[in-house]
Every structure is written in C-alpha cells, then in structure tokens.
C-alpha cells in the first residue's frame, strides 16, 4: 500500500538498468502489487503526482477530484435503474391483451415487447459501466488524480512545453483500475467484487462492439449490478438516500406541483422491494422485506391518484409496541399512535387519525 512512499510525493524513481523505455506505473508493470505491497525499488518509473511546484508554474488543467467524479458516477448508475424499471414495469400493460385477431399468426405481446427493449437494456448496461468506471476512478482520485495518466509515452508531446489541459491525456484503461485501488487506495476491493466488474465491463464491451444481443442482461440483473456497484464503491445502505438525492434534483423538483416525484419515488422503492431477495433488500436497502408495510404520513399527503397510495413505510424499530414509522421514499421518520382501526386489522395510526394501513379514518 506504498506505506515506504509519500503519498501525494512520488517522483520519478528507476531500477537503474537503463534497459526499460515504458514509462509506465506499476500496477502495469508488477506482479501482484496489491497483495505483497511495494517498495521503492520495485517501481521502475512513476509519474510525479506531487512535491513542490516547478519553477515555469507549468501545469495539468482541470484534473478531475473524488467529489465530481463521484457525482457523475451516481448519476449515470440512477439513469441505468430508472431504465431498467421503466422496462421491467412496461411489461405489465401486455400482459393478459390478445395479440390482432387477424393475424396470419398467433402474436405474443409479452415476449414481443421484451424484444423490443433490447436496445433500452443494452443503453442501461453501458450507463452502469459509465457509472462503474466515473466511481473506480473516483477512489484513486482520492489519493491523487495524476495516478489515472496513462504511459508517459502517451503523454501530448506539447506538454512539455506548454500547458496542457486534462482532456488532452489518456488514462489508464477501465480493467486496471481495482488493481491501482488496491495498490494506493484507503481501501482494497474483494476478489468477488473485482470480479463482479469485470463482468460489468465485458459485457459492455460485447454490447459496444459487436452488437451482442446475447450479453444484453435482464431487467434484474441491471438493478442487482448497480446496488452492488453502490455498496461497494459508496457505502452500506447508500442506495436509498442517493436515489431521493437523485429524484430531486433540479430543475425538475422546482415545477414539481403534483407531487410527481413522489408518486416516482414510491413507485420505485415498491419495485425494489418486491422484485429483491430478501437478503438483497436487507443488504442494500437496510431494511426487512418481511416487515410489513404501512402508507407514509407525509408521503400520502401529496397530490396523489389512489393507484399510488403504496405502502413503503415500516415500523422502527420492529415491535408491537413501536411509534416510528420509517418511510424510505422520503428518507423521514415519523411518530405514530396505536389505535385499533375499525375496517381492517390495522392498528398503526397517524396524527389526524388516519390508518396507514387501510387509508380509513378513523371516527
């Protein structure tokens, strides 16, 4: 983990043979760097990623940093979720509709319209990739974002003299970067993890390229993908929190008069946690799907059709004496009272007397 080399100090060391011209890092160039960590020697050139400033003030423009490299990744990952969702509940209108009656062929609508969604899945799994690659880089960033230049060879040959901008670089390529993690990075990437990516990448890469329908993955797949993505690269339990950041962004949040992005929001947790495991939505959502849900106080509120009054709410903690209600679309906690509702079994009651579990009033 380059425990003997300044972080952020690196400059340019050689092995003193004078037989190597690649000017390459090393994790391009070591055997397992990240398992048996690195010396000074064992380096045969590293690019010089800090130190004091040269004399000529000659500089990289615009080097990329954690946070912006970050933000981009999120938002490519919740545009890769929001598709595959939109296609995996597009199902729902076809089924149980007879094909044309006068065609020369009985039709399939259901097996039809999966046909049809290829080309949004492929678009969904190259946003995932984008997304995957925005956050890997985003680690090394942290410690520098130099360590993502590639061979010095590759280097404009302008930027010896003069400024260049970070544009004008190539950088290192995607299935390299668990190894730079693991070599400089706060944190090392699991095996299973690394893994993981490189299937995400492969199969972009077979979409990309060669037009492969068969590497276009499921609906599921996408959302298992990119939750894991998430709770690897961001943190545990991160995806619920993003995806409301997400939703309400502007400028969209700001013209949001009918409560819309609730009802999106909403729709999209009651997906999540309908379609997940079990284990899945403990895992990635932090909570139980064997809980049993209520409506939200807030939430049900809105300017809302009756279609959207779901049930995304659970109580916190899990007992029959608890008065906290946990919503995860809005990310809130609310206090609730125990009263025995009259037209269901319900007896989780909000502060104007409404049963979050049958929306009835009570008298």
């Given amino acids: 983990m380059l425990s003997t080399v300044p972080p952020l100090a690196v400059s340019l060391y050689g092995l003193g043979n004078g037989r190597s011209r690649d000017a390459r890092w ?61 296609v995996a509940q597009g199902e729902e209108f076809f089924i149980g509709i007879p094909g044309d009656p006068e065609a020369e062929e009985e039709v399939d609508l259901v097996k039809e319209y999966w046909v049809s969604t290829r080309r949004q899945l492929a678009k969904s799994a190259s946003l995932l990739q984008m997304g995957t690659e925005l956050l890997l880089k985003s680690r090394v960033a942290e410690v520098s974002p130099y360590l993502l230049l590639d061979s010095v060879s590759s280097w404009p040959k302008a930027a010896s003299k003069a400024d260049c901008n970070w544009d004008d670089f190539r950088t290192i390529d995607a299935r390299l970067l668990p190894q730079v993690i693991n070599t400089v990075g706060q944190s090392r990437l699991a095996d299973e993890f690394i893994a993981t990516l490189d ?14 329908e068969k590497a ?23 995806w619920p929190a993003l995806h409301r ?28 946690l309908d379609s997940l495991r079990p284990a899945d939505v403990r895992k990635y959502l932090g909570i139980s799907k064997k809980q049993r849900r209520y409506l939200c106080p807030s939430c049900r509120l809105g300017d809302l059709p009756a279609e959207a009054r779901i049930k995304v709410a659970v109580l916190q903690p899990n007992r029959a004496s608890s008065t906290t209600l946990f919503c995860i679309a809005c990310g809130d906690l609310h206090s609730i009272r125990r009263k025995q509702c009259a037209d269901c079994p319900g007896n989780v009651v909000d502060d104007d007397g409404c049963c979050l579990s049958c929306a009835e009033y009570l008298s």
């Fill in 216 to 238: 276009v993955p499921t609906c599921e797949e996408i959302v298992h993908d990119v939750l894991e993505v998430a709770h690897n690269l961001i943190g545990t339990h991160c």
């Fill in 26 to 86: 090393p994790p391009h160039r070591l055997r397992e760097p990240a398992e048996r960590g690195c010396q000074r020697g064992d380096f045969r050139r590293l690019i010089r990623v800090g130190g004091p400033p040269r004399s000529d003030n000659a500089v990289i423009g615009d080097p990329p940093t954690k946070p912006d490299l970050e933000a981009a990744g999120v938002e490519y990952l919740y545009m890769a979720l929001n598709e595959a969702i939109s």
């Fill in 245 to 272: 950041a997400q939703a309400w962004a502007p400028p969209f949040s700001r013209v949001d008069y009918h409560d819309q992005i609730t009802v999106e929001l909403l729709d999209d947790f009651s997906f999540l």
């Fill in 199 to 212: 299937r995400i990448r492969k199969r972009r890469n077979a979409i990309v390229h060669s037009a492969s």
